[in-house]
């Protein structure tokens, strides 16, 4: 069965602090991993995915996740947040059988 | 496209009633997911459904749970009886039927609350 862990339930960081969220992931074959993220009052959106191929993902708003196989981790970065940035955030990893598995997601209030 | 649409927005019961959740997918996908977020378990998958049929539906938790999708543009979740423990949002999210783990699109979410 896939499971995925994410470590912190809560980060508060100040505009300009840069940010990584961790995310841990079992699965006993090829998985494709994602990073969902959620604002106030908004529906789920996709960050970014890694499917194949280079393991440092490029997403919107500045974004990036590493996909790093010996770890099973698929940490999510960012070197400089803003405010806007304050939202729930997912990691999600899916295998040959469909199925999205989600972490139960990290809050992140960054402060003005 | 709207996107995935679901209603109610929110929707609050008393224990022992029928609840109905409902979901629009978008036009042209083929999948369509149910979700449910809590704070304890954060987000789980109750069921998915490809070319209106149900395909996995081992994430319901209990038999009061039923999920139907009689067409491409349409899908409901019922609880009946309902519980306070089912208070949740629920999510529905449709993808198109292409690799595995493709893009989901996500309602906005169903805020259940039942007393």
């Known amino acids: 069965a896939q499971s995925v862990s994410q470590h912190n339930h809560h980060v508060i960081l100040s505009e300009a602090a840069s940010l990584e969220l961790g995310c841990n992931y079992s699965?006993?074959?090829?998985?494709?991993l994602f990073w969902y993220v959620q604002y106030p009052g908004q529906h789920l959106q996709l960050l970014l995915k890694y499917f194949s191929g280079d393991p440092l993902v490029k997403g919107i708003k500045g974004f990036e996740a590493e996909f790093i196989k010996s770890k099973f981790s698929f940490n999510l970065r960012k070197p400089s947040v803003q405010w806007s940035d304050t939202a729930e955030y997912f990691c999600?990893?899916?295998?040959?059988?469909?199925?999205?598995?989600f972490g139960k997601g990290t809050l992140l209030t960054v402060n003005p | 496209d709207a996107g995935v649409i679901q209603s109610p927005r929110h929707e609050v019961t008393e224990m022992g009633q029928e609840v109905t959740l409902r979901c629009k997918p978008i036009s042209g996908h083929d999948y369509l997911f149910w979700y449910r977020q809590t704070m304890m378990r954060g987000l789980e998958l109750l069921i998915y459904?490809?070319?209106?049929?149900?395909?996995?539906d081992s994430g319901m938790p209990e038999d009061r749970f039923s999920a139907k999708m009689p067409n491409a543009s349409f899908s409901t979740l019922k609880i009946q009886p309902s519980e306070p423990r089912d208070s949740a949002v629920y999510f529905c999210?449709?993808?198109?039927?292409?690799?595995?783990?493709?893009?989901?699109?996500f309602g906005s979410g169903t805020q259940l609350s039942v007393l």
């Open positions: 459904f490809n070319n209106n049929v149900p395909i996995d």
């Open positions: 699965y006993g074959g090829t998985v494709n």
């Open positions: 999210a449709s993808s198109t039927g292409t690799p595995q783990g493709e893009k989901l699109f």
């Open positions: 999600a990893v899916g295998g040959s059988n469909y199925k999205l598995t």
